[in-house]
C-alpha cells in the first residue's frame, strides 16, 4: 500500500497529562534530593530557599509566555482553518475519491491534474505584451506641434 503523504502529520505525537506528571515528579525528586547532600547552614538555607524562589518564579512567567503564544496560534488557527476551509477540503477529498472510483487506470485523474498545473503555471507566470522591438514597429517620431502632423 502505497504510503500516505500526510500520515505523520495526521499521527503526531504530544507529551499528555500523565507524562508531564511523571517528568515534573522526577524532575522534583532531583531537585529535592539536592539538600540531603549539603551541611545545613544558615548560608545553604538561604541559598536554597533563594532557588526555589527563582525557579517558582521562572515557572509562573514561562506558563505566562506559554498561554500567551497559545493564545496567538489559537486566533491564527481559527482565521486560517475556519468553516469555509473544512468545506472546502471536504469537498476536494470527494472530488478526489470520485475520481480514483470512476477512473481505474488513473488517466483521467492525471489528465485534469495536468491541466490544473499548467492553469498554477499560467497564473504564476502572466505572459507579457511584446514590446515595439519584438513587433518590429519603431517608435513614432517626436513633434512639437500638430501642424507638423499634417503637413
Known amino acids: 500500500m502505497k504510503e500516505k503523504k500526510y500520515q505523520k502529520m495526521v499521527n503526531q505525537e504530544y507529551l499528555n497529562a500523565r507524562q508531564l506528571t511523571v517528568l515534573s515528579i522526577i524532575v522534583l525528586a532531583i531537585i529535592q534530593t539536592i539538600p540531603i547532600f549539603l551541611d545545613p ?65 488513473g488517466e483521467l485523474l492525471k489528465d485534469l491534474l495536468g491541466l490544473m498545473r499548467a492553469y498554477l503555471n499560467a497564473q504564476a507566470n502572466p505572459l507579457q505584451p511584446p514590446t515595439t522591438e519584438e513587433l518590429g514597429v519603431s517608435e513614432p517620431t517626436p513633434y512639437y506641434s500638430e501642424d507638423e502632423l499634417f503637413s
Open 41 to 105: 547552614t544558615p548560608f545553604t538555607e538561604w541559598m536554597l530557599l533563594g532557588y526555589t524562589a527563582g525557579v517558582s518564579t521562572c515557572a509562573i512567567v514561562g506558563a505566562i509566555l506559554v498561554q500567551h503564544n497559545a493564545d496567538k496560534i489559537t486566533l491564527l488557527y481559527k482565521r486560517a482553518f475556519n468553516e469555509d476551509f473544512y468545506e472546502t477540503i471536504d469537498t476536494l477529498n470527494e472530488v478526489r475519491k470520485t475520481f480514483e472510483e470512476e477512473d481505474a487506470d
